[in-house]
């Protein structure tokens, strides 16, 4: 049975690009990353989840956004994701990754 409305946004509009997203994380292909998270990553937590396995998905676009050089675009989004609040040591080392361009 098709999705329909907004469960077809979600499920098959936004999550499988992250199942795609993700697969692609893992064989470290930032470029095919960012094909499937660039158009979804301000919906990431419209597919549920922890507050955690969100942050996973958004570290994936991060670290993507950095593997491609679009380092840049990666302190935006890094500091986007920290604001309000002190980066986090690890998140220190990610600003630093994006600026080594």
């Known amino acids: 049975m098709l999705q329909k409305g907004e469960n077809q946004r979600v499920w098959t509009e936004t999550g499988n690009?992250?199942?795609?997203?993700s697969l692609a994380f893992v064989d470290q292909d930032y470029k095919a990353v960012l094909h499937y998270?660039?158009?979804?990553?301000s919906q990431i937590g419209c597919c549920g989840g922890s507050d955690a396995q969100v942050d996973l998905f958004r570290q994936a676009y991060l670290k993507s956004l950095t593997g491609v050089g679009r380092g840049s675009e990666a302190q935006a989004f890094l500091r986007q994701m920290t604001k309000g609040r002190s980066m986090t040591p690890l998140e220190s080392k990610w600003l630093k990754e994006s600026q080594v361009q």
Do not use: K, M, R, T
Not at 17 to 21: E, M, P, R, V
Not at 37 to 41: G, N
């Open 17 to 21: 690009s992250l199942i795609q997203g």
């Open 37 to 41: 998270f660039d158009p979804i990553v």
